[in-house]
């Protein structure tokens, strides 16, 4: 029943997404898809529960191909999780991509294209996850591609926009190839198409290794670790901002849902692949929250965020692999249950963190932190939201970031407890990695908050509009993450459910027991994040009683009265210091003129800007050495028609030459 | 029984925190030949903020209000999970150094936002450099008390500390390298002679000071006892790792802890009149200097220790 | 036998009447009817009903049939576009091309179908030829000095090759000598059927001459310049024309010496020299698509590219042979959708230049989105075809384990796709670098009224999706029945 | 008698190798197409019938009189076109090259012989014609030697087939020898139209179609 119930909803939805081809009148379409696809999507999340509760692990069939045989769904419990999680990320996002389209629809731009494209990404996203046959699954994964591109294109008249969509698309569909081999390969070694069939001994396969490297980075690609994660940071600023939050909340984690689905393919038995993806993920966190350091445009700092947080993720799927290797069931159960606890959080925080930085820059047409400052005192809920999306996102106490990271230190401790030898002192470099990770990250959102939010507003603010659909949907986010961060249970309960029906978690051994044990105890974190917020509000109110006089006047600032805006540390200064340490890694280059003279007169100016190290040395070589390369192939090109001739006659004698001169 | 003594230590914890401060103050005075005010001055000095105004700046806004709010109780909270006297702590379960950490992270985020609130030039710098220094803070802690939990495989803070047992030669090493590392930790997070000067009001030189210059009022005050506590709370976390032939007896215990803590002082005093300030530039070596020592101790148990 | 009236008769008499008139509004109704005549006769054919052999003259398996109805298929569509398209093209004096367009189409209509039923060697060599004359002048309809060249090109080019094709056809029928078959002549099914006693020296060198005299006709590298400046500066529903039918009826020749070869030694060799062919198209679409900046070049050297890739599937047969059968059907359905975009965007825009086209999205509507929906389709976008019929050829790749030449592929084809998303995406956006506002006055309003190659393009691009996922049942059986004919 | 008649052939071609004017390649075309003419002849000599006179009677009148006179009325007349042959390489370079080939031609074709069913010189002669028509193409500007290099090859590959002996049905021969008369009867109007847009006939002129 639900399952139909589920199709019933995708059906509302691609019906709701046809719309605008129909009517005409901009705002009446507009209005009517967007809502239709929220009851579509209420719909199929009823769906998805009531099949997660009632459990049917049966296939769907939708179709019979001679060559792909038969095309079909199956809800197992990894899909049913990242499909819950798609459909209710993309409520906010939904009533967000309203209220984002209607200026542009005032001022006369054809959204039409754009409506029907991202209502039929979030379709097709719905469906990739959901989808068994390896074929269905390529061609949902490259529509996902194709309809992100089609809607990324929004603002196409500017040529950032048109560049950046261009190395998205290219990006993607490098990563589509290496999948194509890797299920191809799947296919001829398992005989099927089905994911439900392609489980593999380790040891018989001799192309074991090619696969997990093909299947890890096709997907990492997409996930965005470290080195392949070159167009993530070109693509999110120029995307529209609702399209942006919803690629970094939940299309990057079709990477990661990719990448367990891999692992549920492989079985890997080998530590060292556990160690390769431990080592990419540390790196991608550490590098990803510096570059996020060194940058001004916010939503490029949110991008490479969403990097240091696929980096986390990826460090708990490591720990995950490592206890497979060793068949260790509780390691298995704290690496995955971090890993997606995280997935969770960050879609949360993150498509937060977007749809503030859109509002902003709707109001200021800027995307560049150093022009903002002061909205606090124009858009006071906006910056409250704001706060806690980036005390989530720094994994500070009370709210959900930090009981993934919890989650991630115990499987830390617990993997160098159980595996003797050097596994403590990777695990220490672990743990001090992530912690350096979270000291960044603090770094960098106090920068964020305090440029942007605090302080005197650098550009002058005159109305500050925030629609209470945009209030609405950043509420909603913001009281998940205080929910999730102070009843982390009923997310684990659903984790844990999770995690069982998962084979590689179930089939060493399915003893539930041991797996409460594993987990820290949560009890406490309730206790406690209560009683920390009830001392604060009673130490709040103890001030506001006891203080009776309390004051306005200018900021001391050591005697000196005129304090303007320029006088302000700005984001580039803030993090200054931080940058030097890797400053050749991150790239920043620093153009600076100051004046000599004593009684400087204007003109000096400062501009830093860092270059992402990937692409700068690995992709803009690699690519030109190849187009030039190609170009040198010369002689191809004169166009006379003897040169024509004298090709069929070269061409003639050498098959000639090589059929009676090849021996067989 | 047990519930009630460690609530009645925690009190003491609280109460006695700014005498910690008068005393190394009196004792500083004294040895550079001063007399020095008098060890109860602290408190004074608390009574007359509490009567004073507290002033807003113009571009202050809501954040500047319920800043000192947020980082006193963090503070204040992370108090509780510290087994004070080798007393078993108010909050102990598995995984608490995490959360340890993470409060004083929580305090340090909106103080330094509180500082930026303000907008001008010396807050921003103070809060620049205290964003850099506790990035490099961070890694120490994990890898002392890291090392530690990864050697007795403990993940609480209570259980962790009672672990060493100082009688076996091979856990002196442990002890003696980590707590110079701690000590380092504790000079920079309380910003201390060699990394910050307290007293000085030279704002260019300042980080801490300089994040609360424009406060006043029940602000100060809630900032100043925040980092009085913090003051004890690093204190105390230097003097657990000297549990000595794990004492059974509560009370002497406790008078062991008292006298640890007098030679902590001690120590702290006779540095901070010998030695000049780092320059603001290498205090990041520093730090990484003793992050390094941390993980030496881990090195020696998984090697030597096979 | 009315079938065969319908299929070789009227398209004959028809070409032959209509130079009595040129009234041209009755030619198009005529050359309607004759193509729809013609387009339900295949499919009569396609769906099994006997036809007489004409003592052995004619031939009608698997693999005529299937390219007998791609062929109806391509025609009909373009007879339906070609009339909106002879109204409007850019021509500077109109009437005398405009009054042979009609015969010849006809008159290639009979000549490619008699190419393609015939059993007799001799009598396909005769028709491919015939076929090469009737598009000749229809190359020149725009009388300038590109078109003159061009066509002048492609008819020296092809009618090289073939001459080479008829010495194979010579070297088939010495290696012939000796054997019973030599008495029987040159028909397909008696060369098919005892094809082991011929000589083999000689049976490889009239493999390797009809192969490089056809690949003229083909397209494939490195004698692919003739069909490329033919396709590049024709009209665009001749363009379709050739890229779409004639590649495959030339092709028609390559399968059946894949045929006669495939009981015999000489088998594995025809087949490398096919995976040589595919990975030359290839690789020259790669080194060209970066340096072009013709429209109109670009979709024929993806034409180029795509029979490469149909000849490397021949070449490593098995399910890559069925893949190569898929992927011409729709490869011949998206080169008629991306020509006739590209016939209506070089109206509007009166150039071929690729910086001269900006903003396809926001000044033709629906010409934008529809080039775009068949660029798309061209680059192996999942909902097209292309994409499944791709799949089964890097499938058969792997099945023969030949990793080196998949990376190679999937390599070339990646580097195809950045080169001309690049050039599309030129076309369908803003030009940043010429300030719009005043080019926009000059060739300003663009008549945007939904035409019927809008639509016949858009029912092209669903044929394409709904082949794509869901196979018709008849069409899978005439594949395995080919596949089962080489032995696969 | 037959290989003399190959022989002569040969001769020709080396003719042709050394000549720098236009009508002399005409001439030697007329003369290739008489000896074609009693090539085919020589064997129905003993067996008289009307039915098997019908092809050489065509091949004389294609190739020794319809095609010289079309190409010399409709070109060289009209066009008053300059007498010599611009090449792009010298006379005795091109003169080294086709000796080479044919000496080639000959070796393989001798060693074919030993191996497979085919009597050598004819076989040779005809490979031979093939090649030097290729090179015709190849290494000559005008465009009028163009057309007749494609003559020469055609007249090869007849030559071929009639060495071959080969039973190809008598249709199938007289469309192919009329699909030839058909491709150069457009060849030359196509001459025509090109001399008159590009007032200058060799082919370095169409070099319109760059990328």
């Known amino acids: 029943m639900s399952i139909n119930l589920f199709f019933w909803g995708i059906l509302i939805q691609s019906l709701c997404a046809i719309i605008p081809l129909i009517i005409k009148n901009e705002n009446r379409y507009s209005f009517l898809s967007h809502f239709g696809a929220l009851l579509g999507i209420v719909f199929s999340l009823l769906g998805t529960i009531g099949n997660l509760v009632f459990g049917s692990s049966g296939l769907i069939y939708i179709g019979f191909n001679p060559y792909w045989n038969s095309l079909n769904f199956r809800f197992d419990s990894l899909s049913t999780f990242f499909v819950l999680l798609i459909q209710i990320l993309s409520i906010p996002a939904l009533l967000y991509s309203f209220s984002y389209q209607k200026p542009y629809i005032a001022s006369g731009k054809k959204v039409k294209l754009y409506v029907f494209s991202f209502i039929m990404l979030i379709v097709s996203l719905q469906l990739l996850t959901v989808a068994n046959n390896a074929v269905l699954f390529l061609v949902f994964w490259e529509l996902m591609a194709l309809l992100s591109y ?22 993607t569909h490098l990563a589509t190839f290496l999948l194509y081999v890797f299920f191809l390969m799947l296919h001829q070694i398992t005989g099927s198409w089905n994911f439900s069939e392609f489980h593999l001994v380790f040891n018989s396969t001799p192309q074991y290794y090619l696969l997990f490297a093909l299947g890890f980075i096709g997907f990492g690609i997409k996930a965005g670790f470290m080195p392949f994660h070159f167009w993530l940071p070109k693509a999110h600023p120029i995307a529209p901002t609702y399209l942006s939050a919803f690629l970094s909340g939940v299309i990057i984690k079709l990477g990661i849902y990719g990448i367990f689905r891999v692992f549920e393919f492989l079985k890997p038995t080998d530590p060292i692949l556990g160690w390769i993806v431990l080592a990419i993920s540390l790196i991608s966190a550490i590098f990803g929250v510096w570059y996020a350091l060194a940058q001004h445009d916010i939503k490029t700092l949110l991008a490479y965020h969403s990097i240091e947080n696929i980096g986390i993720i990826g460090i708990g799927m490591g720990i995950g692999l490592i206890g497979m290797a060793y068949s260790n069931q509780t390691i298995i159960i704290l690496g995955f249950a971090g890993a997606l606890f995280h997935t969770v959080n960050h879609a949360i925080f993150k498509s937060q963190l977007f749809i503030g930085s859109g509002i902003i820059y709707q109001n200021l047409h800027t995307r560049n932190i150093e022009k903002m400052g002061g909205i606090i005192h124009y858009a006071p809920w906006l910056s409250v939201f704001f706060l806690i999306g980036s005390v ?52 960098c959102f106090t920068k964020v908050n305090s440029i942007m939010f605090l302080g005197l507003p650098r550009t002058e603010l005159k109305a500050f509009h925030v629609s209470r659909l945009e209030y609405f949907s950043l509420g909603i986010l913001a009281l998940m993450c205080i929910f999730i961060g102070i009843f982390p249970q009923p997310v684990i309960a659903f984790i844990i459910a999770v995690l069982q029906g998962m084979p590689i978690v179930n089939s060493f051994g399915n003893d539930f027991s041991v797996i409460s044990s594993a987990f820290p105890a949560f009890s406490p974190f309730t206790m406690i994040f209560l009683s920390l917020i009830l001392f604060m509000t009673m130490t709040f109110l103890f001030k506001k009683f006891l203080s009776r006089k309390s004051r306005i006047a200018k900021p001391w600032g050591c005697g000196y009265q005129h304090l303007n805006e320029r006088m302000q540390y700005t984001a580039s200064s803030y993090a200054d210091e931080l940058n030097l340490i890797p400053s050749n890694i991150l790239m920043i280059k620093k153009d600076a003129v100051v004046p000599e003279d004593i009684f400087p007169k204007a003109g000096g100016h400062f501009h830093s800007h860092s270059h992402d190290f990937a692409e700068e040395v690995i992709v803009r070589p690699v690519y030109s050495k190849i187009i030039k390369s190609i170009n040198r192939i010369v002689f191809l090109s004169k166009n006379d028609i003897r040169v024509y001739i004298a090709f069929i006659l070269i061409a003639l004698v050498s098959y000639l030459a090589f059929a009676f001169f090849w021996k067989f | 029984m047990e519930k009630l003594i460690s609530v009645l230590i925690y009190l003491i914890f609280i109460v006695s925190a700014p005498l910690f401060i008068g005393i190394v103050n009196k004792l500083k005075s004294r040895l550079t030949g001063r007399l020095g005010p008098s060890i109860f001055q602290t408190y004074f000095d608390l009574k007359r903020l ?80 205290e964003a850099t220094f506790a990035v490099f803070a961070e890694p120490i802690y994990f890898f002392t008390l890291g ?33 110079i590392s701690v000590f380092f930790l504790m000079i920079t997070e309380t910003s201390r002679m060699p990394v910050d000067d307290p007293n000085t009001h030279l704002e260019l030189t300042m980080i801490h000071e300089v994040m609360i210059l424009d406060n006043s009022g029940l602000d100060l005050f809630l900032y100043q006892y925040s980092s009085y506590l913090k003051m004890l709370v690093y204190a105390t976390f230097a003097a657990d790792f000297f549990n000595p032939f794990n004492v059974q007896n509560h009370i002497i215990g406790f008078l062991l802890y008292i006298i640890i803590l007098l030679i902590l002082i001690g120590n702290l005093v006779w540095i901070e009149t010998m030695m000049g300030r780092f320059r603001m530039k290498n205090i990041p070596r520093y730090l990484l200097f003793a992050a390094s020592i941390g993980i030496l101790n881990l090195l020696i148990y998984t090697f030597f220790n096979k | ?84 398209y002879l109204f409007f093209s850019p021509v500077a004096k109109p009437e005398k091309s405009r009054k042979i367009f009609y015969n010849m189409t006809n008159l290639y209509l009979f000549a490619n179908t008699l190419a393609l039923i015939s059993n007799h060697l001799g009598l396909y060599w005769v028709a491919l030829e015939s076929t090469t004359l009737c598009v000749a002048p229809l190359i020149y309809y725009y009388r300038d000095k590109e078109s003159l060249e061009a ?70 590298a490195p004698m692919h310049p003739g069909e490329v400046d033919a396709v590049s500066n024709s009209p665009s529903p001749i363009a379709a024309l050739i890229s779409a039918s004639l590649g495959g009826t030339a092709l028609m020749g390559v399968l059946r010496m894949l045929q006669i070869t495939s009981k015999t030694p000489v088998y594995q060799f025809s087949q490398i020299m096919l995976i040589v062919g595919g990975m030359a198209s290839l690789i020259v679409t790669v080194v060209f698509m970066f340096r072009l900046n013709n429209y109109k070049r670009m979709i024929a050297y993806s034409s180029v590219e795509h029979l490469g890739i149909v000849v490397l599937g021949l070449g490593i047969g098995g399910i890559g042979f069925i893949g190569a059968m898929f992927h011409l059907i729709y490869n011949s359905l998206t080169k008629m959708a991306l020509f006739f975009m590209a016939g209506n965007i070089h109206r509007n825009y009166k150039s071929r230049e690729i910086h001269n086209v900006f903003s396809l999205l926001k000044d033709l509507r629906w010409t934008g989105i529809l080039f775009l929906l068949a660029f798309l389709a061209v680059v192996a976008m999942p909902p097209f075809g292309i994409f499944f019929s791709e799949l089964m050829i890097f499938q058969g790749l792997l099945a023969n384990g030949q990793y080196v030449l998949l990376s190679a592929v999937l390599f070339f084809l990646l580097f195809i796709f950045i080169a001309m998303s690049r050039n599309v995406f030129k076309m369908m956006y803003g030009s940043t670098k010429i300030n719009e506002a005043e080019i926009n006055q000059t060739n300003k309003p663009f008549d945007e009224k939904l035409n019927i190659t809008h639509l016949s393009t858009a029912v092209i691009l669903c044929v394409l999706i709904a082949m794509g996922l869901f196979i018709p049942p008849a069409l899978y059986n005439t594949v395995s029945e080919i596949a089962k004919s080489f032995n696969f | 008698m037959e290989n003399v008649l190959n022989i002569l052939f040969c001769l020709s071609l080396l003719y042709l190798a050394t000549t720098t004017r236009v009508d002399a390649y005409l001439k030697v075309f007329v003369l290739q197409g008489i000896l074609l003419f009693f090539i085919v002849i020589m064997p129905l000599i003993n067996r008289p019938s009307v039915f098997t006179l019908i092809l050489p009677v065509t091949i004389l009148l294609v190739k020794a009189i319809m095609i010289p006179l079309y190409i010399r009325k409709k070109i060289i007349i009209e066009l008053e076109v300059k007498r010599n042959i611009e090449s792009n390489l010298q006379q005795f370079n091109f003169l080294l090259l086709t000796v080479f080939s044919m ?54 590959i007849f030559l071929l087939g009639i060495s071959v002996a080969s039973e190809m049905p008598f249709l199938i021969e007289l469309a192919a020898l009329l699909d030839i008369f058909v491709v150069v009867f457009l060849m030359g109007i196509a001459i025509n139209k090109i001399s008159s847009t590009f007032s200058v006939d060799d082919i370095t002129a169409l070099d319109e179609l760059k990328d």
Not at chain 1, 156 to 170: A, C, D, L, M, R
Not at chain 2, 96 to 113: K, M, N, P, V
Not at chain 2, 164 to 169: G, H, K, T, V, Y
Not at chain 3, 31 to 57: K, T
């Open chain 2, 147 to 179: 090392s530690l939990a990864f050697i007795f495989k403990f993940t609480s803070m209570y259980d962790i500390f009672h672990s060493i047992s100082l009688n076996d030669p091979s856990f002196i090493i442990f002890i003696i390298v980590s707590a």
């Open chain 3, 151 to 220: 066509m002048w090109k492609y008819l020296f080019l092809v009618s090289v090759g073939i001459a080479f094709a008829f010495i194979g056809i010579l070297f088939l029928t010495l290696s012939m000598h000796g054997t019973d078959a030599f008495e029987k002549g040159l028909y397909f099914s008696n060369l098919i059927a005892n094809s082991t006693k011929f000589n083999m020296i000689w049976l490889k060198a009239s493999y390797i001459f009809i192969f490089v005299g056809l690949s003229t006709k083909i397209g494939i």
């Open chain 4, 103 to 156: 000496i080639a031609v000959f070796i393989s074709s001798n060693m074919l012989a030993k191996y497979t069913y085919i009597d050598a010189i004819p076989f040779a002669a005809a490979f031979s014609t093939i090649i030097i028509g290729l090179y015709i193409i190849i290494f000559r500007k005008k465009l009028i030697v163009h057309v007749i290099g494609f003559l020469v090859i055609e007249n090869g």
């Open chain 2, 50 to 129: 509490l009567r004073k105004e507290t002033i807003y700046a113009q571009s202050a806004s809501f954040v500047s209000r319920i800043a000192p709010v947020v980082s006193f109780s963090s503070i204040l909270f992370a108090g509780m999970i510290l087994p004070i006297g080798f007393y078993k702590p108010l909050i102990s379960f598995n995984g608490d150094i995490i959360l340890f950490a993470y409060l004083l992270g929580l305090s340090r985020f909106f103080q330094i936002l509180g500082a930026m609130d303000i907008g001008s030039s010396f807050e921003g710098m103070g809060a620049a450099r």
């Open chain 1, 392 to 443: 989530a996102i720094s994994g500070i106490p009370p709210l959900n970031g930090f009981i993934s990271e919890f989650i991630i230190y115990n499987s830390f401790f617990k993997t160098a407890g159980y595996f003797g030898n050097y596994y403590p002192i990777f695990m220490l470099i672990m743990t001090v990695g992530l912690a350096l990770v979270g000291g960044l990250a603090v770094a």
């Open chain 3, 1 to 84: 036998m009315y079938l065969i009236l319908a299929l070789l008769g009227l398209p004959l008499l028809t070409g032959a009447v209509f130079f009595v008139f040129d009234n041209l509004k009755i030619k198009y109704a005529f050359s309607i009817i004759v193509a729809a005549i013609h387009l339900a006769a295949a499919c009569l054919v396609f769906s099994g009903s006997n036809v007489p052999d004409f003592e052995q003259w004619l031939r009608f398996d698997a693999l005529t049939k299937l390219f007998l109805l791609i062929l109806s298929n391509v025609y009909f569509w373009v007879m339906i576009n070609s009339y909106q």
């Open chain 1, 150 to 171: 089609l809607n990324m294109v929004f603002e196409n008249e500017k040529s950032e926009v048109q560049k950046g969509s261009f190395i998205y698309f290219v990006a």
